[in-house]
T-cell receptor
Framework: DTGVSQDPRHKITKRGQNVTFRCDPI?????LYWYRQTLGQGPEFLTY????????KSRLLSDRFSAERPKGSFSTLEIQRTEQGDSAMYLC?????????????FGEGSRLTVL | DQQVKQNSPSLSVQEGRISILNCDYT??????FLWYKKYPAEGPTFLIS?????DKNEDGRFTVFLNKSAKHLSLHIVPSQPGDSAVYFC???????????FGTGTRLTVIP
């Protein structure tokens, strides 16, 4: 399967701990996106990369959040000092710039539960 | 500030009948619209899209209609099948923008 993969699928942590999620996009895709989905809501944009450059960050991405894509391949999303409000599904998506307009290929998500 | 709205959280339809899912948007700059389908424990998967230069796009059993003056789009599924049971998200974007704005989703249940 060469789709978008995310790890871990589920993370349970205590408030105040740090967590890191990893995303491996489809190999030839140069754009990588992070979205967050809370219960009863649709996915909300957090940030995106073109190759290794982080080009846009949403206001939802507080200072406790940091995302990297060091070699333009996989990406990590770290949340420091987690809060209960961070509990959500974190979705990674990728696409190849120049193909289509907005079609994103999503991974299965990493569900975070902060106790 | 919800720029894309799906006012029906759920919809139940008999197998073989038509399913109509609705979506409204407020940002007149949006010019490309997409529908995604999501099964439990999976990420959203792209279903069908439409550009604002069109008012209809069809792909097999799925047709999306766009009414720009009303800022409204709808997804028609004919005939509906039990495997169509999922959450459907409407999404919108503006050409050149770098993110999609999603609605809150409609859970479709197709009853055999």
């Amino acid at each position: 399967d060469t789709g978008v993969s995310q790890d871990p699928r589920h993370k349970i942590t205590k408030r105040g701990q740090n967590v890191t999620f990893r995303c491996d996009p489809i190999s030839e895709h140069n754009r990588l996106y992070w979205y967050r989905q809370t219960l009863g809501q649709g996915p909300e944009f957090l940030t995106y990369f073109q190759n290794e450059a982080q080009l846009e960050k949403s206001r939802l991405l507080s200072d406790r959040f940091s995302a990297e894509r060091p070699k333009g391949s996989f990406s990590t999303l770290e949340i420091q000092r987690t809060e209960q409000g961070d509990s959500a599904m974190y979705l990674c998506a990728s696409r190849l710039l120049g193909t289509g307009t907005g079609e994103l290929f999503f991974g299965e998500g990493s569900r975070l539960t902060v106790l | 500030d919800q720029q894309v709205k799906q006012n029906s959280p759920s919809l139940s339809v008999q197998e073989g009948r038509i399913s109509i899912l609705n979506c409204d948007y407020t940002n007149s700059m949006f010019d490309y619209f997409l529908w995604y389908k999501k099964y439990p424990a999976e990420g959203p998967t792209f279903l069908i899209s439409i550009s604002s230069i069109k008012d209809k796009n069809e792909d097999g059993r799925f047709t999306v209609f766009l009414n720009k003056s009303a800022k409204h789009l709808s997804l028609h599924i004919v005939p509906s099948q039990p495997g169509d049971s999922a959450v459907y998200f409407c999404a919108a974007t503006q050409t050149g923008a770098n993110n999609l704005f999603f609605g809150t989703g409609t859970r479709l249940t197709v009853i055999p």
